[in-house]
C-alpha cells in the first residue's frame, strides 16, 4: 500500500515475465500495487483513453513503439503522471534526451532493485504537486474573494492563520499604513504592534481562538511603514472552519484622528 491506497500502475512492457517481477518487487517492498501490462502502441494508447494512473513504467524499445514516443503521447494526455522509462540497455544521450522530453526517471533493467525506489520517488514528488496545486488554487480563490469584498472599501480587511502570519491584507493597507499588500504577507502581525499593547492583542488573540463564535473588538497601535504609530480599531474573528475563508478575519479601522482629538 502507498498510504491508504494501492497504486494503480500502467506497465508497457511485451515480456509479461519482466512485469511480474516487477510486481514482486513491489510486493518485497510493501508497496501495494495493481499493475496493467499493455504491450503495443494500441494497447497503451487505449488504456491512457480508458483510465488514470499513478505512474507509467515503460520499456525504452519495443518492436512497434519506443519509450519516447509513448511519453510523448502520455505528456499529451496525463503530463502530470510519472513517467519512468526501463530499458536494458540506454546509452546516456538517450537517457539525457528522455529526461529532457519530460520523463520522471530511467532505470535499467540489469538494476531492477532501483526501480521500486524510483517509483516510490516519483509518486512522492507527484502528490506533492497536486497538494501544492490545490493550496495555491486555494490562496487564489480566496483572494479573488476577498477583493471582491474590500477593493473599494476604506477599512484594512486582513486574514491570519492561527500563528498571526498576514495571508491577505486589502488594497486599502496601502493608503492606511503605507505597505504594499505583499510586503505583509508571511510576516507576524504581532511584530508590527506596539509593545505596551502587545501582551493585550496576544490575549485578544488567544481568546478569538479559543471560541470562534465570538467578536473581538479591541484598539491597538500598529507601526506605519514610515516608523510612525497608526491608532487602529479591530475587530476580529475566527473563521478558519469555514472553507471558503479558512482564516482569523481581522477588520482594521484607523482612528488616529478621533484618539489625538481627545
Not at 7 to 33: M, N, S
Not at 93 to 101: D, F, P, Q, T, V
Not at 226 to 232: P, T
Request: proline content about 4%; glycine content about 6%; charged content about 30%.
Amino acid at each position: 500500500m502507498y498510504g491508504n491506497q494501492a497504486l494503480f500502475v500502467l506497465h508497457l512492457e511485451d515480456d509479461p515475465d519482466f512485469t511480474a517481477l516487477v510486481e514482486a518487487l513491489l510486493a518485497k517492498d510493501g508497496v501495494g500495487a495493481q499493475v496493467r501490462r499493455v504491450s503495443s502502441r494500441a494497447e497503451f494508447e487505449a488504456a491512457l483513453r480508458e483510465g488514470t494512473y499513478d505512474a507509467i513504467l515503460a520499456d525504452y524499445s519495443l518492436p512497434d513503439y519506443n519509450g519516447l514516443q509513448a511519453l510523448a503521447y502520455a505528456q499529451a494526455r496525463c503530463p502530470d503522471t510519472p513517467f519512468l522509462l526501463v530499458s536494458g540497455t540506454i546509452g546516456e544521450e538517450a537517457a539525457i534526451r528522455s529526461l529532457k522530453y519530460g520523463a520522471t526517471d530511467y532505470v535499467l533493467k540489469l538494476w531492477p532493485d532501483r526501480l521500486v525506489p524510483a517509483l516510490r520517488r516519483a509518486v512522492q514528488e507527484a502528490q506533492e504537486r497536486r497538494q501544492r496545486k490545490h493550496v495555491e488554487t486555494q490562496l487564489r480563490r480566496r483572494e479573488k474573494y476577498f477583493r471582491a469584498l474590500t477593493d473599494n472599501s476604506l477599512d484594512i480587511l486582513t486574514l491570519l492563520n492561527r500563528e498571526g502570519l498576514f495571508l491577505y491584507n486589502s488594497p486599502s493597507v496601502k493608503r492606511v499604513l503605507g505597505y504594499e499588500h505583499e510586503e505583509l504577507a508571511g510576516k507576524r502581525m504581532f511584530d508590527f504592534i506596539h509593545p505596551e499593547d502587545l501582551p493585550r492583542v496576544m490575549r485578544a488573540f488567544e481568546q478569538d481562538l479559543s471560541d470562534p463564535e465570538q467578536t473581538v473588538r479591541l484598539e491597538l497601535r500598529f507601526r506605519h511603514r514610515d516608523g510612525s504609530w497608526r491608532h487602529l480599531e479591530a475587530i476580529g474573528q475566527d473563521r478558519t472552519g469555514d472553507p471558503e475563508i479558512a482564516g482569523i478575519v481581522v477588520n482594521f479601522r484607523d482612528v488616529s484622528d478621533r484618539v489625538l482629538a481627545e
